[in-house]
C-alpha cells in the first residue's frame, strides 16, 4: 500500500514502471545531500564577500570556521551551484595628473641610447603591491642610459614630493653636471616647481 490508499502493485502495472526502479528513486528522494550544510556555508561567504571570494580564499574561509574541506571539493561544489569570483580589474598607478605645473620638452625624442655615462637618465615611479597585504610600496629609480645601471632609487609607502627629494639628491650628489639630460613620464612630480629648480639648479 502505498500513500493515498492505493496498492502499490495496482500502482506499478498502471503505470508500467518496474518495481526495481520505483524503489531505487524513491531512496534518491529520502536520501539527504551530505553536502547541503557545506553548500550554505560556501554561499553565506560568496555573499558576504560580495562575490569577489574564489574557492581558494573560500576554502580558507571555511577552515577557520572549523570546516575540515579540500580546495578542490570547494571549487566542485561551486561549479554546481554556479558562484564564479568576480575578476577586479587592478588599475595601474600614474603619476600623470594632468598639467599642474611646467612641463619639459622631450629632448630625448626617442633616441633612448647614449654615449657617455650620465647623457640621458631616465626616472619614474612604479607602483607595486606587497602579497597578502593591502600595503603598497613606490619605487622611484634613476636609470643611466648608457649601461641601463640603477644609479639611485627611493621606496617609499606614498608617491610624494619627498621620495623624488631623496632621490635625485642619491643619483645627482655633484654641485654641475654638462649636458645630462634627465627623461621622466611628466608625472605630478616632474612638473613640481622644485624638480625644475633642481635641474636648472645641476646644470
Given at each position: 500500500m502505498v500513500r493515498?490508499?492505493?496498492?502499490?502493485d495496482i500502482l506499478l502495472e498502471f503505470?508500467?514502471?518496474?518495481?526495481?526502479t520505483y524503489y531505487y528513486h524513491l531512496?534518491?528522494?529520502n536520501k539527504l545531500d551530505k553536502n547541503m550544510v557545506l553548500k550554505a556555508k560556501?554561499?553565506?561567504?560568496?555573499?558576504?564577500?560580495?562575490?569577489n571570494y574564489g574557492y581558494r580564499r573560500i576554502t580558507l574561509e571555511l577552515r577557520n570556521q572549523g570546516f575540515l574541506v579540500n580546495h578542490k571539493k570547494v571549487q566542485r561544489l561551486m561549479k554546481r551551484m554556479n558562484l564564479t569570483a568576480?575578476?577586479?580589474?587592478?588599475?595601474k598607478y600614474s603619476s600623470y595628473k594632468g598639467e599642474v605645473g611646467k612641463k619639459a620638452d622631450n629632448l630625448i625624442q626617442r633616441h633612448f641610447e647614449a654615449s657617455k655615462p650620465y647623457e640621458k637618465c631616465y626616472t619614474d615611479?612604479?607602483?607595486?603591491?606587497?602579497?597578502?597585504?593591502?600595503?603598497?610600496?613606490?619605487?622611484?629609480?634613476?636609470?643611466d642610459g648608457y649601461n641601463s645601471e640603477i644609479i639611485a632609487y627611493q621606496l617609499s609607502t606614498s608617491p610624494n614630493l619627498e621620495q623624488i627629494k631623496t632621490m635625485l639628491a642619491k643619483a645627482f650628489p655633484d654641485e654641475h653636471y654638462d649636458n645630462t639630460i634627465l627623461h621622466s613620464d611628466q608625472g605630478?612630480?616632474?612638473?613640481?616647481?622644485?624638480?625644475?629648480?633642481?635641474?636648472?639648479?645641476k646644470g
Open positions: 493515498g490508499g492505493f496498492r502499490l503505470s508500467g514502471l518496474a518495481r526495481s531512496k534518491q528522494l560556501i554561499k553565506m561567504i560568496y555573499d558576504e564577500h560580495k562575490g568576480r575578476i577586479r580589474r587592478k588599475r615611479v612604479t607602483e607595486f603591491a606587497i602579497p597578502a597585504s593591502s600595503q603598497k610600496l613606490y619605487l622611484s629609480p634613476v636609470l605630478w612630480q616632474y612638473q613640481h616647481q622644485f624638480y625644475h629648480e633642481f635641474l636648472n639648479q
